[in-house]
């Protein structure tokens, strides 16, 4: 990956819990009129050791385009009490790729135990 000549990549994450973990994911961009990019690269490092994995391909249709959520799915699940790192790059039409954006980091926080079951249960007969 080269670095970038006129844009900026900026990472910002931050974690969602409901039922599944997701993680949302947004950044700027300043699109080079030199070298335009046409998409942005998810990566994904499922440890943090530096290990990145692209998980997703967004094409740039406008200032939506500047994010992703990356949601808890059993072929990529997002484990509970587990660190996950990202970056995200620009993509060029000719496949030239910038250089990735800072990392950032975020631990899908563990799950909380289900209350205690009732006990006791039984039917009373009405009059």
């Not at 994911?25 to 499922?46: I, K, M, N, T």
């Not at 072929?75 to 990202?86: A, D, E, F, Q, R």
């Not at 030239?96 to 006990?119: D, M, R, T």
Request: net charge negative; proline share 11%; with cysteine.
């Amino acid at each position: 990956m080269k670095p970038p000549s006129l844009c900026l990549l900026c990472l910002l994450a931050w974690v969602t819990c409901a039922q599944a973990a997701s993680v949302s994911l947004l950044w700027d961009y300043v699109q080079s009129p030199v070298e335009p990019a046409v998409s942005f690269v998810v990566y994904r490092d499922a440890d943090c050791l530096g290990v990145f994995t692209a998980i997703a391909t967004i094409a740039i249709t406008g200032p939506a385009s500047q994010g992703y959520v990356d949601v808890d799915d059993p072929s990529s699940p997002l484990l509970p009490g587990h660190n996950y790192c990202y970056q995200v790059t620009a993509m060029a039409a000719d496949q030239k790729e910038s250089g990735p954006s800072n990392g950032v980091q975020f631990s899908v926080p563990l799950q909380q135990p289900a209350p205690n079951s009732p006990i006791n249960l039984r039917g009373v007969t009405l009059p």
